[in-house]
């Protein structure tokens, strides 16, 4: 399809400071007006070649792009696949996505990066891979860093776990800075977790579960800080979920740190206060923390000190996920529910606009790797996503497009159903 107009929509685009109605017109690709009203008339095209879409009473905005998923392939295509993530992203009104290389076997060379690129190519969104930090993430040698940005690599990471040898993540970061790539952090002090499998507290306690305190994300977030500083590195921080990550990030923006922090909607949603019982779709890592670390990362985000939403989308079997804490892997997915939570949790709960919440899911992401998406204005990719806000429905993981279905937000009531996902100008979603 060459040509679509979506008329009528309450377009939300932060970066040009529209929030109001307007129409878009799209050709081959690409938005070529934005304007109040469009008439299909004044159109020069055949009118029978453009495909209107009616978006009353919903709202149009950049497509969300998430840094952090995990789509298993190559090595776990029984949890999921390239394909099945990047429509569970359609579905989720994500239209970028940057897999970790914690596959297998592990992202960590040119080849590889070019190998998921490859197996992307007919993916519904666009696909941007991550590269590991360390050969095989063992944490001892630097992979090719440059090699792997040259073959389309856009960022550096060891998710799943921490460079632990401080001056080996000093050279990787020293390498990154001098090829221009930001580096994602997965700040866990692996000797502290001690074989915790949720957040340190009174529930931990209550359910007889080992506990994992908020200083195995503090250590390593503020090591990374000092360390990124002084090797003039970009540095992302990952799943940030304790208060004391959101005090670290602000020290580290008023000293001129090139530092950015994502928030997982699980992390901003639920506290282990609501994990009800001892069952593996409560676990995952970071836990979910105490009811204060909540309530600071919601602040966190509102005051512009944790600037990215992401979800950290890590789906599992769902034998793997159906036992304990104490032997269930850690994690969930997320692609399909993060703005239906982001907007119930934070906009319907005072603490952004909707205009920030943009900002979070679509702007700040692409400024974090350097793409040219986020912004609806004219001559940029149609990348979009139309959302009907006012409808309240439960979600039901039974509907995801993921072969993940570990999620504690099954049978909740949120705001923010996706209506349809629109990709280069075609339409990839339509519920």
Do not use: W
């Not at 632990?164 to 970061?173: P, R, Y």
């Not at 001129?256 to 909607?265: M, Q, Y």
């Not at 034998?319 to 239906?340: C, D, H, R, W, Y």
């Not at 900002?359 to 692409?366: D, G």
Request: proline share 4%; charged share 25%.
């Amino acid at each position: 399809m060459n040509n679509i107009l979506i008329k009528n929509g309450r377009l939300v685009d932060p970066v040009n400071g529209i929030d109001g109605r307007r129409d878009i017109f799209i050709h081959d690709g690409v938005i070529e007006n934005v304007d109040e009203n469009i008439d299909v008339s004044d159109i020069k095209t055949d009118i029978s070649d453009v495909d209107i879409i009616d978006a009353s009473n919903k709202v149009v905005m950049p497509g969300f792009i998430d840094l952090h998923v995990h789509l298993r392939e190559p090595g776990f295509e029984y949890k999921e696949t390239i394909m099945t993530g990047a429509m569970a992203a359609a579905a989720g009104g994500v239209t970028t996505i940057c897999p970790m290389p914690n596959t297998k076997p592990v992202i960590d060379s040119p080849e590889l990066v070019k190998d998921i690129l490859e197996r992307a190519k007919d993916a519904p969104v666009h696909v941007l891979p991550v590269g590991a930090i360390t050969r095989n993430q063992d944490g001892s040698e630097l992979a090719d860093i440059e090699g792997m940005k040259k073959a389309g690599a856009v960022a550096l990471s060891e998710d799943g776990k921490s460079v632990m040898d401080t001056l080996v993540f000093k050279q990787a970061l020293s390498e990154a800075a001098r090829v221009g790539m930001p580096v994602f952090s997965h700040c866990e002090d692996k000797s502290l977790v001690n074989g915790g499998v949720m957040n340190f507290g009174d529930k931990s306690e209550e359910l007889s579960l080992p506990g994992i305190t908020n200083a195995v994300e503090d250590v390593i977030v503020a090591r990374d800080i000092i360390m990124a500083k002084e090797a003039g590195c970009q540095l992302h921080l990952c799943h940030c979920s304790t208060a004391g990550s959101a005090v670290f990030v602000d020290m580290a923006h008023k000293r001129g740190a090139k530092v950015t922090a994502e928030v997982c909607p699980h992390h901003f949603t639920m506290s282990d206060d609501e994990i009800t019982e001892d069952d593996g779709r409560f676990k995952m890592n970071p836990p979910l923390r105490s009811r204060n670390d909540v309530k600071v990362l919601k602040e966190a985000l509102r005051d512009g000190i944790m600037e990215v939403i992401s979800t950290d989308h890590a789906p599992h079997g769902a034998e793997e996920k159906a036992q304990s804490m104490l032997n269930a892997p850690f994690g969930i997915v997320g692609l399909e529910t993060s703005f239906a939570l982001g907007y119930t949790e934070l906009v319907k709960g005072g603490y952004l606009t909707l205009s920030e919440l943009v900002e979070k899911m679509s702007v700040n992401p692409a400024k974090v790797i350097g793409i040219k998406k986020g912004n609806l204005g004219v001559g940029m990719a149609a990348d979009i996503v139309i959302v009907d806000i006012d409808t309240e429905y439960v979600i039901d993981s039974n509907e995801f497009m993921s072969k993940g279905k570990n999620t504690p937000f099954n049978g909740k009531k949120v705001f923010g159903r996706i209506d349809k996902t629109i990709v280069d100008g075609k339409i990839v979603y339509s519920k």
